[in-house]
C-alpha cells in the first residue's frame, strides 16, 4: 500500500495551500485519513481527519476556521484545504492511514500506514 502526498510549497501569510493525499493498494472507503505535521524542532502533531465514508471529519484546535477536508473514494484522494496560512503552520505535513473505518481520531496511535510527507512553507 501507499499514501503519497503532493501539493505542499511555498506561500505567504495569508495565502492558502490544498494538500492532496492519494492512496493506493488497498480500498481506501474502508479507512479513516488523516492530516499530521512537523514542524521543525517539534514532534509531529494532528491536523485534520476524515472517516472512511465522509460523514465525521476532525480539525485541531490551532486550525480550525482555516481547514477543510474532503474524500473522493472514486479517485482514491483526500483533500486538505487550508487557508489565511500562518509562518506557525510550516513544516512538514503527512497523511496517514487510519488503522479502522469507524469514525477517525486525531491520535497517532490509530494510524497504521504512512505517507513521506509533503513540505509547507509559509513565509511572514
Known amino acids: 500500500l501507499m499514501l503519497e502526498e503532493s501539493g505542499g510549497g511555498l506561500v505567504q501569510s495569508g495565502g492558502s495551500l490544498t494538500l492532496v493525499c492519494e492512496a493506493s493498494?488497498?480500498?481506501?472507503?474502508?479507512?479513516?485519513i488523516g492530516w499530521f505535521r512537523q514542524a521543525p524542532g517539534k514532534e509531529r502533531e494532528g491536523v485534520s481527519c476524515?472517516?472512511?465514508?465522509?460523514?465525521?471529519?476532525n480539525y485541531a484546535t490551532s486550525m480550525k476556521g482555516r481547514l477543510t477536508i474532503s474524500r473522493d473514494n472514486a479517485k482514491k484522494t483526500v483533500h486538505l484545504q487550508m487557508n489565511s496560512l500562518k509562518p506557525e503552520d510550516t513544516g512538514v505535513y503527512y497523511c496517514?492511514?487510519?488503522?479502522?473505518?469507524?469514525?477517525?481520531?486525531?491520535?497517532?496511535?490509530?494510524?497504521?500506514?504512512w505517507g513521506q510527507g509533503t513540505q509547507v512553507t509559509v513565509s511572514s
Open positions: 493498494g488497498f480500498p481506501p472507503d474502508n479507512y479513516g
Open positions: 476524515i472517516s472512511s465514508s465522509g460523514d465525521t471529519t
Open positions: 496517514a492511514r487510519m488503522g479502522y473505518p469507524v469514525g477517525c481520531l486525531l491520535e497517532e496511535r490509530v494510524y497504521d500506514a
